[in-house]
């Protein structure tokens, strides 16, 4: 087969130019202060945590190569991925990494790119053998701040544009519907016969902080990214004219669960709660409102927008 010189030569630059972005690389600084090279390009991302930082890529549109999930008697999953972005391991080619990280397994799949939490505690000596490894902190990126990370790094700052204009909008019309500084609202959880409280409680969290609602006076206690455990002599302390609990559809667990961690608490709970005698009381699935995805604010918004217009809502005297 004959080629022109001119086209082979357009062929040699660009097959010189593809290695050349191949090997491409920049510098970044990641949460932990440390000064990491990794790929301008990255293309074999593995994600060492499954809710804060798979289901983030995979809302960017980039499918990590490997991720860490979760085991179950139906096979591996990555938490809140299917109900909020409909990909999982079983139908998208990415590499389980176990619950405990398997090296092993994140060795064979050839990352170029390795990112993960700095709670997770991971090895990152060991990692770093494998691949650049970037670590995250939400003290320091906070859930939605790693999205601007992640975008940066995998070059999907446009898909991110939109889905922040989404939730501006979606908040914008709550805001409008709703006057959410005149309600006060609680998220709270039974927990080994305590009451968890965190400060913002995922998206749900973010949403009720961003739409301007009222929260009781003991979360001013409580530390931004932090949770507590308070005992039952605090359950009037966290009561408020709407209170959110839920329970792990992940796990097969329903409402009752939810409600039964609580009798654990204190038996009469709802008796002792102004917003549960009052059937404001509200139980969701936990995987809709914990995760920190945009899909998860979206659902957050639609959640209280049917409940406050579902009800005539009635506020504590």
Not at 74 to 81: K, M
Not at 179 to 206: K, M, Q, Y
């Amino acid at each position: 087969m004959r080629i022109f010189p001119a086209l082979a030569g357009a062929l040699l630059c660009l097959a010189m130019l593809s290695a050349a972005m191949a090997q491409e690389t920049v510098t970044v600084t990641d949460d932990l202060g440390r000064t990491v090279e990794i790929p301008a390009h990255p293309s074999r991302i593995a994600s060492l945590d499954d809710l804060r930082l798979s289901v983030p890529l995979i809302e960017l549109g980039v499918f990590p190569v490997a991720s860490h999930g979760r085991p179950s008697d139906n096979g591996p999953y990555i938490r809140a991925s299917k109900i909020l972005t409909g990909v999982d391991f079983d139908n998208s080619g990415i590499v389980f990494l176990g619950n405990d990280l398997d090296i092993e397994a994140l060795a064979k799949a050839e990352p170029d790119l390795i990112v993960t939490l700095a709670s997770r505690d991971s090895p990152v000596d060991q990692l770093e053998k494998i691949a650049p490894t970037l670590v995250f902190d939400p003290a320091v990126s906070d859930y939605l701040g790693i999205y601007d990370r992640l975008a940066e790094i995998t070059g999907t700052q446009a898909k991110l544009d939109f889905l922040e204009t989404r939730y501006a909008t979606q908040l914008a019309q709550l805001r409008r519907l709703v006057d959410a500084p005149s309600i006060t609202v609680s998220v709270i959880s039974g927990s080994d016969g305590a009451i968890s409280v965190l400060h913002t409680f995922g998206s749900l969290g973010i949403v009720l902080r961003d739409a301007g609602f009222a929260f009781p006076a003991v979360y001013a206690d409580i530390a931004e990214g932090s949770e507590v455990e308070l005992s039952a002599e605090y359950l009037p302390q966290v009561d408020a004219d709407i209170i959110f609990d839920s329970f792990r559809a992940d796990r097969n667990e329903t409402p009752a669960d939810a409600r039964a961690r609580m009798s654990e608490v204190i038996e009469g709970y709802c008796e002792a709660l102004w917003a549960c005698s009052n059937g404001q009381y509200v139980i969701l699935p936990r995987e809709e409102i914990y995760a920190i995805s945009y899909e998860g604010l979206s659902t957050a918004i639609n959640m209280i927008t049917a409940l406050m217009s579902a009800q005539d809502l009635q506020l504590r005297p």
